[in-house]
């Protein structure tokens, strides 16, 4: 059975390793960064099926940081999430402006996120 890639990027150690290990644990391939310089060393080496990235980075934001992705022929294809403690309301217009596929708030429920993946990983393959 195919593992699902994800890649995790927030600038907090804590909700990487509380995130990851429940992806893990849900069958997820996961790789995780704090920082955007790691991003590009890890997204070059392995190719996610899904990136999952906070709002708010120190130096380049999630927002940034999706347009970038969004705007290359060779990452457009790769759905970002948005993932933030910011409300749902203002995370949808972040997202609208970044052209990202989904948004989740980190106060929503965490055992419910590697199925809103999985969702958003089969919806992106058609």
């Known amino acids: 059975m195919y593992q699902h890639k994800v890649l995790l990027i927030d600038d907090s150690e804590l909700t990487l390793q509380v995130v990851g290990e429940v992806l893990a644990r849900a069958g ?14 890890a997204f070059g080496e392995w190719r996610p099926d899904i990136i999952l990235t906070d709002v708010n980075m120190p130096g380049v934001s999630g927002v940034e940081l999706c347009r970038r992705l969004k705007s290359s022929y060779d990452t457009a294809h790769v759905p970002v999430v948005l993932y933030s403690a910011l ?3 203002d995370l949808e217009v972040l997202a609208r402006e ?4 989904a948004f989740l708030s980190k106060q ?18 058609f």
Do not use: H, N
């Open 108 to 125: 929503d429920e965490l055992e419910a996120l590697p199925r809103a993946l999985e969702l958003l990983i089969e919806t992106s393959l």
């Open 28 to 41: 997820y391939d996961v790789r995780s960064s704090t920082e955007l310089v790691d991003f590009s060393t």
């Open 87 to 89: 409300g749902s309301e």
């Open 98 to 101: 970044c052209e990202a596929d």
